[in-house]
């Protein structure tokens, strides 16, 4: 528990700053701290799927959020000395976290159940009854549109208000000439 | 835009067909054979989204395909929604299948309850809202253009 409200209180922070600070590209690292403490949260509540979801969202905005940022603002980005130093330094980084992740994710692929043997008891269930309770023979097809059924309704739902939103929005900007739609 | 070169328009003339087919085959197929009605409502909105590119549609969109774009794709989300209100007015609980509808034989077209039938609606909503997507798109930015 202790370590949920450590966490919440470097997100405190990190918002905080995210709001004041005058620099932008520090805002956007530390809205990423803030994110990226939201992964380490569901990870601690024991939501993975959840955590990896935040993980790949978290990763992708901050790097949309620097690449707007360094496109629109005058970042002094020219680097005129020590080029070579810190390509090195680039270099040794990306070897280290590279041979890190790779040593991680062959931990983690072994603690993977072997396939058809799901950990959960409702997975297995899925697996043994679809068949039968469905009659359909795409086990995927039968578990989104049958069991989970409710799932795919709240997807659609998605679909649709990305529909809605776009064609609102586009509306609103073609509305300003006369004569068209 | 005003349509692509006559190498591509001949092409796509031959391949919008095969490409809706394709589109409608993995739809109707999706309880038996890999796929359903979210790849198969793509492969459909690109056959369209193929054949307004290459002929130049875009320019001359105008309110019948927004109008005919938007009805299918709120008519599929209705469709699937009384799919699921239908089980739940029939049998109390929301997306009953077994019992209810037609199970069948299985791996005949025809079976799986209100599988195909979910899979026909998702279809049209991701075919008919991708379109509608891209024709907002499209369209703006040609009137933007101008």
């Known amino acids: ?181 | 835009m005003r349509g692509m070169s006559l190498i591509v328009q001949v092409m796509t003339g031959l391949l919008a067909g095969i490409l809706l087919l394709y589109g409608g085959y993995i739809i109707l197929h999706g309880h038996l054979t890999p796929g359903g009605g979210f790849a198969g409502g793509v492969l459909v909105a690109a056959a369209l989204i193929l054949v307004s590119l290459a002929f130049g549609a875009v320019e001359q969109v105008e309110r019948r395909e927004y109008i005919l774009s938007s009805i299918f794709e709120s008519s599929g989300g209705l469709l699937f929604l009384g799919l699921a209100v239908a089980g739940y007015l029939a049998a109390d609980y929301f997306f009953r299948n077994a019992g209810l509808f037609y199970i069948g034989r299985p791996l005949e077209l025809v079976s799986g309850g209100i599988i195909p039938l979910a899979n026909i609606a998702i279809g049209l909503k991701v075919g008919a809202g991708l379109f509608a997507i891209f024709l907002a798109l499209g369209a703006s930015r040609f009137v933007m253009k101008e």
């Open chain 1, 1 to 181: 528990m202790l370590e949920l409200y450590l966490l919440l209180a470097v997100m405190l922070a990190a918002a905080l700053v995210a709001s004041e600070t005058r620099n932008l590209l520090a805002a956007a690292v530390a809205l990423g701290l803030v994110g990226f403490s939201v992964a380490i949260m569901f990870i601690l509540a024991q939501a993975p799927d959840l955590a990896i979801v935040q993980i790949v969202v978290e990763t992708l905005t901050v790097v949309f959020f620097t690449a707007v940022i360094l496109r629109t603002t005058d970042v002094d980005t020219t680097v005129t000395q020590g080029l070579k130093m810190e390509t090195a330094m680039f270099v040794a980084a990306f070897l280290a976290f590279g041979g890190l992740f790779l040593a991680l994710i062959i931990g983690v692929l072994q603690e993977i159940p072997r396939f058809g043997e799901p950990v959960m008891r409702i997975a297995q269930e899925y697996v043994q009854l679809g068949l039968e309770r469905t009659g359909a023979a795409n086990i995927v097809s039968a578990i989104i549109l049958d069991f989970r059924g409710y799932d795919t309704l709240g997807e659609a739902t998605v679909l649709f208000t990305a529909v809605v939103g776009v064609l609102t929005v586009m509306r609103l900007a073609s509305r300003k000439k006369p004569g068209e739609f």
